[in-house]
């Protein structure tokens, strides 16, 4: 069946414009998870969906990030004024759930964003 | 809080021979360990997972991992070596829902594991 896809795959921006990426998780997964991996971090934990309920945003590095699902499906994750620092590859992943049996997490392809 | 530590950021191999990269975790509630790889330009693929189920943990193309917890490990084992084993090996942690936690994966630095011919 069909996995996560994001879009674009690729993005290359200027400092300073704001980005919007996208993440199609599988469905019926209601958990939805976002990392970035660059050189510098590492990957890392960004913002959590599970379901309607209110999400985790304790891995987003400054409010020039936002999140946010539409429909409990589709989720888009913005950066306001990119800066250089944010050049990384954004990864979306999606789990049938957050309980230890459901949580195997799938992910997409990623995209990969430039900052010049 | 929980973390993991891969203790080898390069590992080289011979073709046919065994393959060792080593992770210790640090979790403060009974963990879930993963192995995942990323081969170049490629997404991250889940190797394997341990859930509290047997601590000896067999996951895809001849990959096992053992749970040890009186030495907080979970290294990843191959037997023999293909040239297609070249890749990143992230090793993960997560505490799953415990306490309320959101089951973010925590990885580690990652290992780069080259297999010479």
């Known amino acids: 069946g069909a996995g996560v896809s994001q879009s674009p795959s690729n993005k290359v921006t200027e400092k300073g414009k704001d980005v919007e990426l996208r993440c199609d998780p599988i469905?019926?997964?209601?958990?939805l998870y976002w990392y970035r991996q660059s050189l510098g971090q590492g990957l890392e934990f960004l913002i959590y969906f599970q379901g309607n309920s209110a999400p985790d945003k304790s891995g987003l590095p400054s409010d020039r990030f936002s999140a946010e699902r539409t429909g409990g499906s589709v989720s888009t994750l913005t950066i306001q004024r990119t800066q250089q620092e944010d050049s990384a590859v954004y990864l979306c992943a999606s789990s049938l759930g957050r309980s230890r049996v459901l949580s195997e997490q799938y992910f997409g392809p990623g995209t990969r964003l430039t900052v010049t | 809080a929980q973390s993991v530590t891969q203790l080898d950021s390069h590992v080289s191999v011979s073709e046919g021979t065994p393959v060792l990269l080593r992770c210790n975790y640090s979790?403060?509630?009974?963990?879930?360990l993963f192995w995942y790889v990323q081969h170049p330009n490629k997404g991250l693929q889940l190797l394997l997972k341990y859930t509290s189920a047997a601590t000896l943990v067999k996951g895809i193309n001849g990959f096992e991992a053992e749970f040890k917890k009186s030495e907080t490990s979970f290294h990843l084992t191959k037997p023999s070596a293909h040239m297609s084993d070249a890749a990143e090996y992230f090793c993960?942690?997560?505490?799953?829902?415990?306490?309320?936690?959101?089951?973010?994966?925590?990885f580690g630095t990652g290992t780069l594991l080259a297999v010479q011919p």
């Open positions: 979790s403060s509630y009974s963990p879930s």
């Open positions: 469905s019926g997964h209601t958990a």
């Open positions: 993960v942690v997560s505490e799953g829902d415990y306490g309320g936690a959101t089951n973010k994966l925590i």
